[in-house]
C-alpha cells in the first residue's frame, strides 16, 4: 500500500495521483522534467493586478516560502491559467494585503514572442477581458472550491535582458534537487533548459527512466 503522501518533492496528493509542481514529472514527481521551456523569459510580458475577495489575507501569504503562500500561489495559478490562451507561463504570484477579508495578487502572464505588427498593449487588454469572463464558483463564501476575482489592471511590457546568464537562469527555474543537472541550449527559436538525459542534445545519453 502507499503511504497517505506518496508524492516526493513537493508534489501533492490528489487522492488518485500526485500533482506535481512545474518541472517536476513521474507518477510521484520523482523526476525532474527532460526539458524545461524558457523561451517565454526572453519574450514581453503583462503585469497583471487581481482582487480575490472570496480568500482571507494571512500573514504567511507574505513569506514565499510558506505553505500558505504556496498553497495560495498554486490555487491562483490554476485558477488563471484556464482562461488564458495561448497557455502563459505559470504566473508569478505576489499576494498584498489590500484589507481585511479579500486578497490583492500581482502577477505576471509571459507570452511568447509575438508578431512584428501585434500590439502588445492590445494584447495586454485582451488578457484583462479574458481573465474577467473567467467562469467563477456561484458560491463565493472562504470555504468555497475555486477562487472568486476580478481582474483590476493589466500592464504590457517589453523583455529586459536577464539579469543572470543563461546557466544561471536554468538553474533558477530547476527543481532544487536537480538544478546542478540542467544546462542551457539556444535553439533557433528559443532558450531550453535540458539536461544529459534529453534526447537529440549534444551529449545525451539514455538514463532508463532515472
Known amino acids: ?18 500533482l506535481c509542481p512545474p518541472n517536476m514529472d513521474g507518477p ?21 493586478m487581481a482582487r480575490v475577495t472570496n480568500r482571507d489575507f494571512s500573514e504567511d501569504m507574505g513569506d514565499t516560502s510558506s505553505p500558505g503562500h ?18 502563459p507561463s505559470p504566473p508569478r504570484t505576489d499576494p498584498v494585503p489590500p484589507s481585511r477579508g479579500s486578497v490583492v495578487v500581482n ?40 477562487l472568486c476575482f476580478t481582474a483590476t489592471s493589466a500592464r504590457a511590457a517589453r523583455a529586459a535582458t536577464p539579469a543572470l546568464n543563461y546557466t544561471e537562469l536554468c538553474r533558477r527555474h530547476a527543481p532544487a534537487n536537480f538544478s546542478r543537472f540542467y544546462f542551457p ?3 533557433a527559436n528559443g532558450l531550453l533548459c535540458v539536461t544529459n538525459c534529453t534526447l537529440n542534445v549534444p551529449g545525451s545519453f539514455d538514463c532508463h527512466r532515472g
Open 185 to 187: 541550449y539556444r535553439t
Open 107 to 146: 502577477y505576471r502572464i509571459q507570452l511568447q514572442p509575438l508578431p512584428g505588427n501585434a500590439s502588445l498593449e492590445h494584447r495586454a487588454l485582451e488578457l484583462l477581458a479574458l481573465a474577467n469572463a473567467a467562469s467563477q464558483p456561484r458560491n463565493c463564501s472562504p470555504s468555497a472550491d475555486g
Open 1 to 18: 500500500p502507499l503511504p497517505a503522501d506518496p508524492c516526493l518533492n513537493g508534489g501533492r496528493w490528489m487522492g488518485t495521483a500526485c
Open 28 to 48: 510521484r514527481c520523482e523526476f525532474g522534467a527532460t526539458t524545461i521551456n524558457l523561451t517565454a523569459e526572453l519574450g514581453p510580458f503583462v503585469t497583471m
Open 70 to 87: 504556496r498553497r495560495f500561489a498554486e490555487e491562483f495559478s490554476q485558477t488563471v491559467r484556464l482562461p488564458l490562451a495561448p497557455r
